[in-house]
């Protein structure tokens, strides 16, 4: 069965670009995470949807940041203008339910730099 | 809020000998999930074992287990007969089913770095 999947694996863009992050959750699976990754910040929850509804945005950084599930497999991470210090880790994870026992499946990230 | 604490940065332990790794957390909800998880150097997130708050016996999988103790809200993970490929970034972390915002989100602690001497 194919995992969550994320693309690109990697990005490199210019500070005031726009980047959009891709996020293919695994089939059936209806709550999905947004995280990120950075040595002083460890792993901070973006944003969560269920049955592609955001529940909670409390963790997007500002307004430069948006995420959408235009559809319950797929969403999409997008941050613009980008500066360097959104330079990190970008995770997708996705879980059956949103139950407290469910675990969730993480993408391979997408390493993200601006320079 | 739910907060977890892992207050060992980094720890070290010879191949073939146990290891404990510390995780507390906070939570003012009844029914919660515990989880660990492993990121070697690769970066991928690897499941690796899960306590429910309602389970009466701690958690078994294969090398794994977890030291559940929850008066003390603590959930320490315990690799067995380390191996050198279990040098790794070890995260607890909590889902908590309550209503509201923190409904089934997933909050990580800081992470242990694990590194398994020959």
């Known amino acids: 069965?194919?995992?969550?999947?994320?693309?690109?694996?990697?990005?490199?863009?210019?500070?005031?670009?726009?980047?959009?992050?891709?996020?293919?959750?695994?089939?059936?699976?209806?709550?999905?995470?947004?995280?990120?990754?950075?040595?002083?910040?460890?792993?901070?929850?973006?944003?969560?949807?269920?049955?592609?509804?955001?529940?909670?945005?409390?963790?997007?950084?500002?307004?430069?940041?948006?995420?959408?599930?235009?559809?319950?497999?797929?969403?999409?991470?997008?941050?613009?203008?980008?500066?360097?210090?959104?330079?990190?880790?970008?995770?997708?994870?996705?879980?059956?339910?949103?139950?407290?026992?469910?675990?969730?499946?993480?993408?391979?990230g997408t390493q993200l730099s601006v320079l | 809020a739910q907060k977890i604490t892992q207050t060992q940065p980094g720890m070290f332990v010879q191949e073939k000998e146990a290891v404990t790794l510390d995780c507390t957390y906070d939570t003012s909800d009844q029914s919660y999930g515990l989880f660990w998880y492993k990121q070697p150097s690769s970066g991928e997130m690897i499941f690796l074992i899960y306590q429910g708050s309602y389970d009466e016996q701690n958690a078994t999988e294969g090398r794994y287990s977890l030291n559940f103790q929850k008066a003390r809200k603590s959930a320490n993970l315990v690799i067995s007969a380390s191996q050198l490929g279990d040098s790794a970034m070890y995260f607890c972390a909590m889902r908590a089913n309550a209503g509201g915002t923190s409904y089934g989100k997933l909050t990580f602690g800081q992470g242990t770095i694990l590194t398994v001497h020959p």
């Open chain 1, 1 to 108: 069965d194919a995992g969550v999947i994320q693309s690109p694996r990697h990005e490199v863009t210019e500070m005031g670009q726009e980047v959009t992050l891709r996020c293919k959750l695994i089939s059936g699976h209806n709550s999905l995470f947004w995280y990120r990754q950075t040595m002083m910040r460890g792993l901070e929850l973006l944003i969560y949807f269920n049955n592609n509804v955001p529940i909670d945005d409390s963790g997007m950084p500002e307004d430069r940041f948006s995420a959408k599930m235009p559809n319950a497999s797929f969403s999409t991470l997008k941050i613009q203008p980008s500066e360097p210090r959104d330079s990190a880790v970008y995770f997708c994870a996705s879980s059956l339910t949103a139950g407290s026992n469910e675990k969730l499946f993480f993408g391979s």
